[in-house]
Nanobody
Framework: QAQLVEAGGGSVQAGESLNLSCAAS????????LGWFRQAPGKEREGVAR???????KYADSVKDRFTISYDTAKNTLYLQMNSLKPDDTAMYYC?????????????????????RGQGTQVTVSS
């Protein structure tokens, strides 16, 4: 059974860093759109960063130049390196995946609407 498992969340001070990971298992050997989204209490879900097949990475304006998304194919693990964290980054962070060869293409789909997601990992940033 396909599964995404996040890790790496925690409580930090503003300006510090965290590196989230998302281990994927049980997936078919095909291409996927991959990404991270977050949700803070009382707020809408927000797409944070994504990697789409055959294209470059994309970031929300709120995290650009601070967060970096990457994927290690040997480990089947998605990462989100978060630097210069701010209190506004406090949220539950989820990784998500969607098969590329399913129509409509995931390249046009918001990350928070991807077919598969993990259970989430909490990030809390204090000032």
């Amino acid at each position: 059974q396909a599964q995404l498992v996040e890790a790496g969340g925690g409580s930090v001070q503003a300006g510090e860093s965290l590196n989230l990971s998302c281990a994927a298992s049980g997936y078919r050997d095909t291409s996927y759109c991959l990404g991270w989204f977050r949700q803070a209490p009382g707020k809408e879900r927000e797409g944070v960063a994504r990697i789409d097949p055959y294209s470059s990475t994309k970031y929300a304006d709120s995290v650009k130049d601070r967060f970096t998304i990457s994927y290690d194919t040997a480990k089947n693990t998605l990462y989100l390196q978060m630097n210069s964290l701010k209190p506004d980054d406090t949220a539950m962070y989820y990784c998500a995946a969607h098969p590329y060869f399913v129509f409509p293409r995931c390249t046009g789909k918001p990350i928070e609407d991807f077919q598969m997601r993990g259970q989430g990992t909490q990030v809390t940033v204090s000032s």
